[in-house]
């Protein structure tokens, strides 16, 4: 065993060996500390979130390679995917409608590619479909991110429906990733290209709101203002949020597995 690998496996132990409570304390202080590195290393802060949809680009390829070179799409979730595409296409719309600029083509390239995995895992690769796994029920999350943005939504002028487009795709990106979690939770052993794409989104997710935190910070909290009024501005940063912890589990071990030197990431039970 590597030198280099001992203190990391020795931290590993020490923090799995800790009661829930001080887990999560960890995990914030760690999230603290990576939000100053960043805005010390970062100037442009907009930078983050350009940042987090490059990876989710990265993560995507990943998905591809997995598809045409293994052609098998095992481990995957065909309802988070679907989801995926759901609130890209709904907001795309509200940016054709609101605010068309850069990140209305990098949500194109990214709607794209997952309609052509959606593609894929539904007809080419159909009989390596893990369909007994995926049993996540979807109106699970789409029926509360649909009543949650008639409760909540931003307080601009545009009309009602767009307003209620806004605010449906921010929630339901929040919690997209739940059924590709059940489906890891369901077989415990998530091979390499699966897992690579979960941690991407995870770094994706992290970064995205990275990029609404600083810019909170940094603006004084004007930022909030400027968003909107009533419970919208902090259910932005809560959806933001929420995105990060429901991966931060899953990415405690896929780091911990890879410097552990496992290519396949086996998850204990109650993880995810």
């Known amino acids: 065993m590597g030198l280099g690998k001992r203190p990391i496996q020795a931290a590993s132990l020490w923090v799995r060996s800790q009661p829930p409570k001080v887990k999560a304390f960890l995990a914030v202080v760690t999230g603290m500390a990576a939000l100053v590195l960043l805005r010390v290393i970062v100037h442009d802060h907009d930078n983050l979130f350009v940042a987090g949809e490059a990876?989710?680009?990265?993560?995507?390829?990943?998905l591809i390679y997995k598809l045409t070179k293994e052609k098998t799409c095992a481990g995957l979730s065909l309802k988070s995917q679907e989801l995926t595409a759901l609130f890209l296409a709904v907001r795309l719309?509200?940016?054709?409608v609101m605010e068309y600029d850069i990140h209305t083509l990098l949500d194109l390239s990214t709607l794209a590619t997952t309609l052509w995995v959606i593609y894929m895992m539904r007809f080419n690769l159909k009989s390596s479909y893990m369909e007994d796994?995926?049993?996540?029920?979807?109106?699970?999350?789409?029926?509360?991110?649909?009543?949650?943005?008639l409760l909540v939504q931003p307080s601009t002028s545009h009309t009602f429906i767009n307003r209620f487009f806004w605010a449906f795709c921010v929630y339901l990106e929040a919690v997209s990733v739940l059924p590709q979690l059940r489906v890891m939770q369901n077989t415990k052993i998530?091979?390499?290209?699966?897992?690579?794409?979960?941690?991407?989104l995870g770094v994706a997710r992290f970064l995205s709101c990275a990029h609404w935190v600083l810019q909170v910070l940094d603006s004084g909290g004007r930022l909030l203002?400027?968003?909107g009024y009533g419970l919208w501005p902090s259910m932005v940063l809560i959806s933001e949020i929420v995105q990060t912890f429901i991966l931060a589990d899953f990415c405690y071990y896929y780091v911990k597995s890879v410097f552990g030197g496992q290519l396949v990431l086996r998850l204990p039970s109650g993880v995810v």
């Open 93 to 96: 719309y509200c940016s054709f």
């Open 225 to 227: 203002t400027a968003l």
């Open 190 to 200: 998530v091979e390499p290209f699966t897992a690579h794409y979960v941690f991407a």
């Open 55 to 62: 990876v989710h680009s990265i993560g995507i390829c990943v």
């Open 133 to 149: 796994k995926d049993n996540f029920a979807m109106y699970y999350v789409v029926v509360p991110c649909a009543v949650l943005a």
